[in-house]
């Protein structure tokens, strides 16, 4: 990898370390570098993780009450698509080898701009990756869209349709013919032939083979058994999916069947390494997504100490592609614009395609074939399960679970031989960034500047207004001062109506929410209104809302909501050892709580502070076990179409 002014881990890269300043010469290890002190040319090693500290933004996560925004969240539908526009053309002069005048002069013409304009866009997007440095700064004025008018683009389109895409193969010219012919029966003024030529070479070329020439003549641009197109590299191409694993586990009070848990696994296609995880009791959502993600960007150093892992594992840095099938969880906006806002494009399976995700399949069956060996497990089936009773054999908590896959993951898997790749996907990971002697090594990634508003741009958003009270979110108040100057604030595009704000929270603590100030276009930390409310999730906020239909109240306040909240937890408390649902209940509260610490420890640790690691739950004595009884849940999930 080249130097950049942005990476200190390229070749050439320099960064200051102890006052001393030093250039990055070369690679010992994904672990180590091997750099030159500038003052005197000696040279020494140093660990990649001290040089990601001295990259990352100087705030402690653990204070932080503001956090700058990437830009995303205020762009409108017509931006963001616009800003989607740009990115696509840009990303065809960055990736070009040696962009010539000529490409750039009709990228410009493409999207309505100068020249100068298209190289400053290359040179702010080419540093920033930020799809939100693309869009437009004012109302668009149809700048940027097609310069023919609307009714002449659905002719030509039309056209383009039913002409030019089928087996007659015909020339533009004669489908200008065509074009013309229909506009001028319309009474309007039909496109130039230049801007037909250009809506035609934006077709993809396995489209047109497909739609012209038939299902053979694209069949090339078929995946083939083993390989993935792009993934050539670490990083290139990840695969991202969930599933439900295959064990009981206790809960880590009283050591009782709780059922299962859920997994979703991100997989580097290169070297099939697993570059993140995230589990959960909770089904698939989209915060399971946006977690993972995090989690396989982000270096993990923290992560593992908080589990009291020693091993390494030094897959991180972001993807330039994550390929996911087409589960709602996937293709939800929050989830596609925050990749978008960093630089990841997101892709869906091609329906009835079911190879393109075989990788990351193939792995997730590996991975319950070794759950199967564990005490509790619940094998594929009832019928490869038999007489065993997974309920009465359940002995792992969920902690123990994670760390247990954790530990087979980088301790087991990482590093056997695989016979797709020949070689162990270390190895294989290994060799793509450092180099193996056959091909060049791509360098170490480009460490993440700031990793707590990467977690951030993963939660999920809402756009509610700010009443005089504060800001009201699912029945529960919010108030800071920082919100004061948009009481009852108009839309300054629509006077007669409220203007709406960015919200964030983490579903696992709704206890703060992150409100972004347009102005300031920051996020600022908002707390319970009645600060003397209990922090809850999001899971029994749903339980309490229940409850009260179930009670026929008319109307719910928030006195209301918490004075119910309060009256369960006594309830649970009371049949904590009775029912697995309640226990199960009880032990996602635990569970969010002390992943939320996890998740810390692995962004202070990115960020270069952290107090060590986070003690593991104790133990306490099992008690007798009970019916167990998840099948249902898991059968629906994978008669759905899931691995």
Partial sequence: ?????????????????????????????????LATRQ???????????????????PEDPKDLDEVGATGIEQLSEEDWKEAERRQKAITILIEAAKPTRALVAAIAKELGRSVATIYKWRAVYGASKNIADLAPHHPSGGRGKPRIEPTAQEVT??????????????????VMEEVEARCHRLGIKPPHINTLRRRLAAISERKRLAAREGKQASEKFEAVPGRFPGADRPNAVWQIDHTPVDICIVDDVYRRNIGRCWITVAIDVFSRC???????????????????LVHAILPKQGWLAAHSIELSWPNWGKP???HADNDKTFRCDMVTRAAKSHGINLEWRPVRKPRWGGHIERLLGTFNTEIHSLPGTTFSSPEERGEYKPHEEAALTFTELEKYIALYLVGRYHIKFHNGIKRSPIKKYEGGILGDGVALGIGLPEPERDPFRLRLDFLPLKTPTVQSNGITWDGITYYDPVLDPWIHAKDPESPNEKRKFICRRDPRDISVIWFLDPEKDTYFKIPYRNCEHPSINLWELLEVKRQIKQEGWDEVDEDLLFATYDRLQSLVREASQETQRVRKATQ???????????????????????DGPTPISQRSDPSVPEHWDDDDEVALYRESGSP
Avoid: W
């Fill in 157 to 174: 389109q039309e056209v383009i349709s039913g002409f030019f895409m089928n087996k007659q193969r015909l020339k533009p010219a004669k």
């Fill in 1 to 33: 990898m080249q130097s950049t002014d942005s990476n200190p881990l390229a070749l050439g890269g320099v960064f200051t370390l102890d006052g001393e300043r030093f250039a990055t010469k070369g690679y010992l290890s994904l672990d180590k570098v």
């Fill in 274 to 292: 697993v570059v993140g995880f995230y589990l959960s009791l909770d089904k698939p959502n989209a915060t399971s997504v946006g977690m993972c």
């Fill in 320 to 322: 330039v592609t994550v």
């Fill in 39 to 57: 003052s005197d040319g000696s040279e020494q090693t140093i660990l990649v993780q001290d040089i990601v500290r001295l990259f990352v933004k």
């Fill in 588 to 610: 996602k509260k635990r569970t969010h709580a002390q992943k939320a610490r996890q998740e810390q420890a692995q962004v202070e640790e990115a960020s270069g502070r952290t």
